[in-house]
């Protein structure tokens, strides 16, 4: 298992983030789409890193064409020599329609199209043949050499795609090389409902190699008592916030908190943001979370995830409020690395 590490997408951070992520010895770091652009930051750590995978978690496909993201993957893996993996997300319909203003209709679908599009651009590029795309939601009919570029010296970048629902992993197993599994989600989910639907896709498709799994785990790993409370209600409050969107019910009522769900879409609608975590019990924290100290969590995450996923990301507040690493963090990589039985580093 590979383990990987969370820089956010600032770009006036991301050279030193990335660069504190390669030297603690982290496997690769992700940016996220949040209040920046997910790309811009890959290449300053680019260019500031020699062994670190880099990539998107996630960039939102729906908000950009195919060519626009094809392109932009194409040079990010020429920069960072062939360390790039292409993260994509859906998002969810009101953030596509309403605040990127772009069309939403069968997510899913749409997003296997998208992604076999990207292959279609990348094969003109590297055949030199017509470009001739023609889906339901894209057609790619177009192009000179005056926009193609030069001939990847590294290979094409690797697509995962996050997803949560069975659809969406459906999809990943037919048409991506890795899925990225939500920080919402649980053992349980993930054993019972991700990885079947998943190997149901590759089955459909007829794939011979399994698709990568990659999976943000939320951690508390805690060193002091006073760091301990603090970090169990910054996880409290994640997984509050992601529990009231109702495209993620589905992982509450594997569990039988399907009433949760409503309380807390209820709550966020009124705009009562701050008393949600009251509603994540300390079996709700423990379900989705590996809980205690740096060695606990890392044992958790270990038995959890040690034989389900390829790649593993511990997001919580055990780093610095810049997202630094802190020694309860280093602590945890280094469990993690004995848990898993590399310590190669």
Not at 36 to 61: E, I, K, S
Not at 173 to 188: K, Q, V
């Amino acid at each position: 298992m590979r383990l990987d590490g969370a820089f956010g997408s600032d770009p006036t951070t991301a050279a030193s983030r990335a660069r504190q992520l390669e030297t603690a010895g982290y496997d690769g770091g992700w940016t996220s789409e949040t209040a920046h652009d997910p790309f811009l930051p890959l290449v300053t750590a680019a260019a500031h890193t020699t062994r670190l995978g880099l990539g998107t978690n996630v960039a939102v496909a729906f908000a950009r064409s195919p060519m626009t993201v094809a392109h932009s993957a194409w040079d990010l893996q020429l920069l960072a020599e062939g360390r790039f993996i292409l993260g994509l997300g859906s998002q969810i319909k009101a953030h596509i329609t309403r605040r990127f203003s772009m069309p939403w209709s069968r997510p899913a679908a749409r997003m296997e199209e998208y992604i076999r599009a990207l292959g279609a651009i990348w094969d003109s590029w590297e055949s030199g043949q017509r470009l001739n795309f023609r889906g339901d939601f894209y057609q790619h009919t177009l192009t000179n050499p005056n926009f193609v570029p030069k001939p990847q010296p590294h290979g094409r970048p690797k697509v995962y795609l996050a997803a949560v629902g069975p659809r969406m992993t459906k999809a990943a197993g037919r048409a991506a090389d890795g899925l990225l599994c939500h920080g919402f989600t649980t053992a349980d989910y993930l054993r019972d409902v991700t990885l079947p639907a998943l190997r149901q896709g590759e089955a459909d498709a007829g794939r011979p190699e399994p698709v990568q799994v990659s999976l943000l785990a939320m951690t508390v790993a805690a060193d002091t008592a006073e760091a301990f409370e603090a970090q169990c209600n910054a996880v409290r409050r994640e997984i509050a916030f992601y529990g009231s969107t109702p495209a993620y019910r589905s992982v509450l009522e594997h569990h039988g908190w399907g009433d949760a769900q409503g309380e807390l879409h209820a709550l966020s609608m009124q705009g009562r943001w701050n008393e949600m975590a009251a509603v994540i019990d300390d079996v709700m924290l423990r379900t989705f979370a590996a809980v205690g100290t740096p060695a606990e969590a890392a044992a958790i995450l270990a038995e959890r995830y040690g034989n389900s996923a390829d790649r593993l990301t511990p997001v919580g507040a055990h780093t610095d409020g810049d997202g630094a690493e802190t020694p309860a963090s280093l602590a945890l990589l280094r469990c993690l690395r004995d848990a898993l039985g590399r310590p190669d580093r």
